[in-house]
């Protein structure tokens, strides 16, 4: 699994190159510093992860990790993975390091990239956004050398990470927020799973302790139609022709209300926009909670079926 092959150190955050040894049956192990990682001679063959900063902004070099299949002989589809965090927390590395889904879209013969991006409130809002757009760009603009298909792009993230990817859903043909490098490619991606990510940030029925936390990062109350908060929410910009959606929610989270996934669908489907909901009976917040229906394994196993039938070559 990935959880097994990263390994996070309170000093400085490690990639472990894990590949078979000759003779052996066995697997070799070789670690060094992530922010060092060289991806140029990394490839083609990765044998695991290469890490590359995918943009500077605001004077931040901001890391991108990658996994693939070793020895693939064609392009492959790409997942953008965005952690969550309430958009002031987290890494890509701990992100990898818990994502048995990542793992599962190895497997199945996808690039995962994950990705670090500015954290608030040292990073005003909109500069999330901001990077997780470029890190698309980067993804179609390096294409060839990371021997990904620049037409088979999609995109995960859970709870900000959700709100974070819902957005790039729903404003793949906006130019808002594509800037800095790269900026003649499109940043639009062609498939979307949000988990349990915020999607109308005016809505007024936040926990108190979710309120708090979208106050601080977008200066405004979320009981408003305050228009920070308007801008920021993936179902102000819903229009036919945004890409399938798969949107997953725990019934019982206490952070994100279940309703902020069931109108996101609803509205999608209402403009014509494949959208799936899955509903995790007594899931809270994360999922992972014992007794939900279905389980993370089989949810992960959704998300990768649905990758694989809206990414097919």
Request: proline fraction near 7%.
């Given at each position: 699994?990935?959880?097994?092959?990263?390994?996070?150190?309170?000093?400085?955050?490690?990639?472990l190159?894990v590949?078979?040894?000759?003779?052996?049956?066995?697997?070799?192990?070789?670690?060094?510093?992530?922010?060092?990682?060289?991806?140029?001679?990394d490839?083609?063959?990765?044998?695991?992860?290469?890490?590359?900063d995918?943009?500077?902004?605001?004077?931040?070099?901001?890391?991108?990790?990658l996994?693939?299949?070793?020895?693939?002989?064609?392009?492959?589809?790409?997942?953008?993975e965005?952690?969550?965090?309430?958009?002031?927390?987290?890494?890509?590395?701990?992100?990898?390091?818990?994502?048995?889904?990542?793992?599962?879209?190895?497997r199945?013969?996808?690039?995962v990239?994950?990705?670090?991006?500015?954290?608030?409130?040292?990073?005003?809002?909109?500069?999330?956004i901001?990077?997780?757009?470029?890190a698309?760009?980067?993804?179609r603009?390096?294409?060839?050398?990371?021997?990904?298909?620049?037409d088979?792009?999609?995109?995960?993230?859970?709870?900000a990470?959700?709100?974070?990817?819902?957005?790039l859903g729903?404003t793949?043909?906006s130019?808002?927020?594509d800037?800095?490098?790269?900026?003649?490619?499109?940043?639009?991606v062609?498939?979307?799973?949000?988990?349990?990510?915020?999607s109308?940030?005016?809505?007024?029925d936040?926990?108190?302790?979710?309120?708090?936390?979208?106050?601080?990062?977008?200066?405004?109350?979320?009981?408003?139609?305050?228009?920070?908060l308007?801008?920021?929410s993936?179902?102000?910009h819903?229009?036919?022709?945004?890409?399938?959606?798969?949107?997953v929610?725990?019934?019982?989270?206490?952070?994100?209300?279940?309703?902020?996934?069931?109108?996101?669908?609803?509205?999608?489907?209402?403009?014509?926009?494949p959208?799936?909901?899955?509903?995790?009976?007594?899931?809270r917040?994360?999922?992972?909670?014992?007794?939900?229906v279905?389980?993370t394994?089989?949810?992960?196993?959704?998300?990768t079926?649905f990758?694989?039938?809206?990414?097919?070559?």
């Amino acid at each position: 699994m990935l959880a097994a092959t990263l390994a996070i150190s309170t000093m400085t955050s490690w990639v472990l190159l894990v590949g078979a040894t000759p003779g052996t049956g066995g697997a070799s192990v070789t670690q060094r510093p992530a922010e060092t990682a060289d991806p140029a001679a990394d490839g083609p063959d990765w044998q695991g992860a290469r890490t590359a900063d995918y943009c500077v902004e605001g004077g931040q070099s901001l890391a991108m990790t990658l996994f693939a299949p070793s020895a693939a002989t064609h392009p492959l589809p790409a997942i953008l993975e965005v952690h969550g965090g309430g958009w002031e927390k987290g890494s890509r590395l701990l992100d990898l390091s818990q994502s048995g889904t990542a793992d599962d879209l190895v497997r199945a013969g996808f690039v995962v990239a994950s990705i670090d991006y500015r954290l608030a409130p040292e990073n005003p809002w909109p500069d999330q956004i901001i990077d997780v757009k470029c890190a698309v760009r980067y993804l179609r603009s390096h294409a060839a050398s990371l021997g990904i298909d620049a037409d088979r792009i999609g995109a995960m993230g859970s709870s900000a990470g959700g709100q974070l990817v819902g957005l790039l859903g729903t404003t793949g043909t906006s130019p808002q927020w594509d800037v800095g490098p790269y900026v003649d490619v499109s940043s639009r991606v062609a498939a979307v799973v949000d988990e349990f990510g915020p999607s109308d940030l005016t809505a007024t029925d936040w926990p108190s302790y979710t309120a708090g936390i979208i106050r601080q990062v977008f200066g405004a109350a979320p009981d408003t139609a305050d228009p920070v908060l308007t801008t920021a929410s993936p179902l102000t910009h819903a229009s036919a022709g945004d890409p399938p959606f798969l949107i997953v929610q725990g019934t019982a989270d206490q952070v994100v209300p279940v309703s902020q996934s069931e109108h996101f669908a609803d509205r999608l489907r209402s403009l014509g926009v494949p959208a799936e909901l899955v509903l995790v009976d007594r899931g809270r917040h994360g999922l992972g909670t014992p007794g939900e229906v279905p389980s993370t394994t089989t949810v992960s196993s959704m998300i990768t079926a649905f990758f694989e039938r809206e990414l097919a070559g």
